[in-house]
């Protein structure tokens, strides 16, 4: 159940390379299209799809709440493809998601960047300076990204198994190393006890789209857990009616086998400025 993620800054060719990485090892291509494809069975539609996919927040609005249900819809359709194995999840945050997940292959690529001018204005046909202005709003927005819903530094090495500069090395022998690394025998170990902590981890995701999707809960201001589809909810709700509410949605989650209700009432609401 080998899983890679690949983070990548624009401009680098990464995406060439994940679709040769993935012809390579067998395994199947988690990108774009494919979250789309997968998205009109969870309720995504294409247009709300590109709101969340990779952007922080422009602001804060009433709507946040609705577009937090929509992110962690698309990191449940992440989730969901993990617990498949044999995946290269590109981009999206996998890495973040997955995380205590030892089979789990961090790998990163990065390149100087007016060599990713050069390459994306050759790749492109475009002017070099709208290159130029096309990879900085990448680059802002995918670390905005990270560091808005992960609180993040998405350039931090240590975040990653292997980091590849696609100026030092080609192509071709970076998608060979990586291939060489998803096989080392030391990814698979433990694999058993990686699919129940995965499995806990889509439920616990379940449970927060539900709950984000309610409209009887004011914000969510508590933490949920799951620990071998047992939930635990900790934290604070605005009145008894929220509590209640919000047991109730865990408790009806397909695959939750207990609720574990710690919410403490403080209605704090009316402090808010």
């Known amino acids: 159940m080998a899983i890679v993620t690949i983070s990548r800054q624009m401009g680098t060719g990464a995406y060439a390379m994940a679709k040769e990485l993935s012809k390579k090892l067998k395994y199947t291509l988690i990108d774009g299209p494919k979250i789309a494809e997968l998205a009109k069975s969870y309720g995504l539609a294409e247009d709300i799809l590109e709101r969340v996919d990779e952007k922080p927040p422009a602001y804060i609005t009433a709507e946040d709440r609705l577009q937090a249900a929509n992110l962690s819809t698309m990191e449940l359709i ?78 931090s090495p240590f975040e990653y198994d292997l980091v590849f500069n696609t100026s030092r090395l080609s192509k071709s022998a970076i998608v060979e190393a990586i291939v060489a690394a998803a096989k080392d025998p030391k990814l698979k170990e433990g694999e058993a006890d990686l699919t129940s902590h995965l499995d806990d981890l889509i439920l616990r995701k379940r449970v927060e789209v539900a709950l984000l999707k309610s409209g009887k809960i004011g914000s969510l201001h508590f933490k949920i857990e799951c ?45 808010l400025e």
């Open 78 to 155: 992440l989730l969901d493809a993990a617990r498949k194995g044999n995946v290269v999840m590109y981009g999206r945050g996998a890495q973040y998601l997955l995380e205590g997940m030892t089979n789990v292959l961090r790998v990163r690529i990065i390149a100087p960047f007016e060599e990713r001018v050069e390459n994306l204005a050759e790749r492109e046909w475009i002017d070099p300076d709208l290159a130029r202005d096309l990879i900085r709003r990448s680059d802002h927005q995918r670390g905005g990204f990270t560091h808005f819903y992960f609180d993040r530094d998405w350039q």
């Open 227 to 271: 620990m071998d589809g047992a939930i635990s909810l900790t934290g604070h709700v605005h009145n008894d009616e929220e509590r209640e509410e919000a047991v109730r949605i865990a408790e009806k989650v397909k695959g939750v086998k207990q609720v574990d209700d710690d919410l403490q009432v403080m209605n704090y609401q009316h402090h």
